[in-house]
């Protein structure tokens, strides 16, 4: 089975840190791995005529994001970049080498690397240790 997630968070997906379910938006099943690579495309298209940045794996993840999604951390005294994400997984982990899409690694923009330890939730807009 192939599923693939919409999420919105301060992390990229990549990282599945934990907790990391809880910033998924949109989720939808699939049983062919070309129908769910369709709809990730389709997504992707989507996603990328809305925000000026993105970062794409050939593991079938990409972040985008707008500068303007930022939260402060008080805790890291900094601004923390929050992203909108899609996922490709197959049987809920990341898709295996023979799947990998190599056309898909690509890059707008840059994003400053996160050093903070903190999640930010994002409803209550407060850091949680």
Not at 24 to 36: G, H, L, N, T
Not at 64 to 92: G, M, Y
Request: glycine share 4%; aromatic share 16%.
């Amino acid at each position: 089975m192939y599923r693939v997630i919409e999420m919105y968070g301060d992390c990229e997906p990549w990282w599945f840190l934990e907790g990391w379910e809880e910033d998924i938006v949109s989720s939808r099943k699939f049983e062919d791995y070309y129908q769910a690579l369709k709809y990730y495309k389709q997504k992707w298209l989507e996603l990328n005529e809305h925000f000026p940045s993105y970062k794409s794996r050939s593991d079938l993840m990409t972040i985008f994001w707008d500068t303007k999604e930022k939260e402060w951390c008080e805790d890291c005294s900094e601004d923390v970049q929050f992203f909108h994400s899609i996922v490709l997984l197959e049987d809920e982990h990341k898709i295996p080498k023979s799947k990998l899409r190599p056309g898909y690694e690509k890059e707008r923009g840059s994003r400053k690397h996160r050093s903070c330890q903190y999640t930010l939730d994002s409803k209550k807009g407060t850091t949680l240790s």
